[in-house]
């Protein structure tokens, strides 16, 4: 399956010839089992123990072997997800830096944006407190620049207005 499939990163000529020993070992234990046994039951029914005996200890010697066989095949496998799971960390740190990477830079974009919103709202809003606090202390001279188009653009209309209502009164009472 991991051979069949394209999106696994893995040799899969190495996979495939463990796949083909797998195949061998077995079919040759098929085999060889097969033939032993097929020894074993005439000695058995003629009663003949020291054959019986000798086919059992070579069928220890055939378990033996494909143990031995299958341990190989093992340790090849195993030497493959090793390999496998260096390329896959390889890939997992290099996904990690770059989400890393990605993150911070739209940490940045997202504090860069904030500030320009911000600088947006608060500097027609200190405009319009500097004029209160020139208001306050009875400087009826200046206006204020209407920046916005906003709440805050029609606050500084309105403060404008008030302000020229108030220069014309002062104006009123001096006359």
Do not use: C
């Amino acid at each position: 399956a991991i051979i069949e499939d394209t999106t696994t990163v893995s040799d899969d000529a190495k996979l495939g010839r463990i796949e083909n020993r797998i195949e061998t070992v077995t079919s040759d234990l098929r085999r060889y089992l097969d033939e032993e046994s097929k020894r074993m039951w005439p000695l058995l029914e003629a009663g003949n123990m020291p054959e019986v005996r000798a086919s059992l200890a070579r069928t220890d010697i055939l378990r033996d072997e494909f143990n031995r066989k299958i341990e190989e095949v093992r340790q090849d496998m195993m030497e493959q997800v090793r390999i496998d799971a260096t390329v896959t960390m390889r890939d997992q740190k290099r996904a990690i830096a770059v989400s890393a990477i990605v993150t911070t830079l739209a940490a940045i974009l997202g504090l860069t944006f904030a500030i320009f919103v911000s600088t947006g709202i608060t500097g027609p809003v200190r405009r319009l407190l500097d004029g209160t606090r020139a208001v306050e202390a009875g400087r009826l001279d200046g206006s204020i620049d209407v920046t916005t188009r906003d709440e805050i653009g029609q606050l500084t209309t309105a403060f404008n207005n008030m302000v020229e209502q108030l220069r014309h009164k002062e104006r009123l009472r001096e006359t």
